[in-house]
């Protein structure tokens, strides 16, 4: 019950000890599952508050009664939880319980923030209302590009295991466990399968990532060093330096972002803005930075002492490559969507010299039929 408690706490993105041994690498599939657990108890909390209240109530009774009382037990929970760390042989850290928190605030986030939806409380709606028109559809948007930057990850990890899965293969057999031995590696393995993502999005942007201090795995040069017998980090590459032309897979955080510049200019309208219009591709691109840089640095810590203190990407470099590539494709397609907007409305406006010509000689044959028509006008007995 210790241990299991223990990873219960470190799922929840806390730090666990034991003995000499510090273990702060958050396992994030792990995490998504708590959130999503709690995601699904606060949102039927939530829909039974609100047929229970009215929605004239809902508003109020969400603020001041279900968003509290959700967060209150759960930090109830998990003080029960850390009593059963007691005595055992691994323990969170002081400020688990409360760091524990980020679980349900993030259900509840996911529950409420939705200012599009109009079931979600009246007092979210009006928060979103003091910004721009435009934000609530960039907030969604830039999470659906938050998801599509952890995609682009994870498919990057799944390929690599199946290009390595021979030396995978081959470390596991090196165990010797038995099939529940196995089954137990391999779940650990998966939990962690959302960290690998993280790591693979820093390879594409450029910086790269660390599994031991002094190590280092990027688009220049792979030195991955002496690594733990783990058999997923089979699939990290041999030790080699890289030709100039690997930096190409920066365009791939590109892309991402000139999909959410496309995506921002299909679902809002801005009637020739063009600062509002370059202010919400710029946002929605940084809000998906934002999420995938705090889940990465969520998924960043030490595994163990020594050369294992350290593992994942590194940090503040990633966001700043992560940020210019992805914020940048995104403003690249805006720009060009205005200037060829622009050139159209232009051509639009004037016409061309080929136009010209053709009018100049409309008119000299109007002018021309005029006078024929002067000069058969018949003459009357009269004049």
């Known amino acids: 019950m210790s241990v299991a408690s223990a990873i219960w706490f470190l799922g929840h993105g806390q730090s666990v000890g034991a003995g000499n041994?510090?273990?702060?690498?958050?396992?994030?599939?792990l995490l998504l599952v708590f959130v999503h657990i709690a995601y699904r108890w606060a949102r039927r909390l939530a829909a039974t508050e609100r047929l229970r209240v009215g929605a004239a109530d809902w508003s109020r009774v969400a603020q001041w009664g279900v968003v509290p009382g959700f967060v209150i037990g759960y930090g109830l929970v998990?003080?029960?939880?850390?009593?059963?760390?007691?005595?055992?042989?691994?323990?969170?850290?002081?400020?688990?319980?409360?760091?524990?928190?980020?679980?349900?605030?993030?259900?509840?986030?996911?529950?409420?923030?939705?200012?599009?939806?109009?079931?979600?409380?009246?007092?979210?709606?009006t928060w979103f209302r003091?910004?721009?028109?435009?934000?609530?559809?960039?907030?969604?948007?830039?999470?659906?590009?938050?998801?599509?930057?952890?995609?682009?990850?994870?498919?990057?990890?799944?390929?690599?295991?199946?290009?390595?899965?021979?030396?995978?293969?081959?470390?596991?057999?090196?165990?010797?466990a038995n099939v529940g031995a196995v089954v137990i590696i391999a779940l650990a393995q998966l939990a962690l399968l959302g960290n690998a993502a993280t790591w693979?999005?820093?390879?594409?942007?450029?910086?790269?990532?660390?599994?031991?201090?002094?190590?280092?795995?990027?688009?220049?040069?792979?030195?991955p060093g002496l690594l733990p017998l783990v058999p997923v980090l089979g699939a990290l590459p041999e030790g080699s330096d890289y030709p100039a032309m690997m930096y190409a897979v920066v365009l791939a955080p590109v892309l991402v972002g000139v999909w959410l510049g496309r995506r921002v200019d299909a679902e809002l309208e801005f009637f020739g803005n063009v600062r509002a219009r370059l202010s919400a591709t710029a946002v929605a691109a940084l809000i998906a930075v934002v999420v995938v840089i705090a889940l990465t640095a969520l998924g960043n810590g030490a595994v163990g002492v020594d050369r294992l203190s350290a593992v994942g990407p590194h940090l503040w470099s990633f966001a700043a490559a992560l940020t210019a590539e992805v914020v940048g494709g995104a403003l690249l397609l805006t720009g060009v969507l205005v200037l060829l907007e622009r050139r159209r409305e232009?051509?639009?406006?004037?016409?061309?010299?080929?136009?010209?010509?053709?009018?100049?000689?409309?008119?000299?044959?109007?002018?021309?039929?005029?006078?024929?028509?002067?000069?058969?006008t018949p003459v009357t007995d009269e004049d």
């Open 78 to 125: 998990s003080s029960v939880f850390a009593l059963f760390t007691l005595g055992g042989p691994a323990t969170p850290g002081v400020a688990a319980v409360v760091g524990s928190l980020l679980v349900p605030l993030a259900a509840l986030g996911f529950v409420m923030l939705r200012p599009d939806d109009e079931t979600a409380p009246a007092f979210v709606r």
């Open 200 to 223: 693979a999005l820093s390879f594409l942007a450029g910086p790269g990532f660390q599994v031991a201090l002094g190590s280092t795995v990027s688009a220049g040069a792979a030195q």
């Open 346 to 376: 232009g051509e639009a406006l004037d016409p061309t010299p080929d136009e010209d010509q053709d009018q100049d000689q409309d008119q000299d044959q109007d002018q021309d039929q005029d006078q024929d028509q002067d000069q058969e």
């Open 130 to 176: 003091r910004g721009p028109t435009w934000l609530p559809t960039v907030w969604r948007t830039g999470w659906r590009g938050a998801g599509m930057l952890l995609a682009l990850g994870l498919v990057v990890v799944v390929l690599r295991l199946v290009v390595s899965w021979s030396a995978v293969a081959d470390i596991q057999d090196q165990y010797g």
């Open 21 to 29: 041994v510090a273990i702060s690498m958050t396992p994030l599939l």
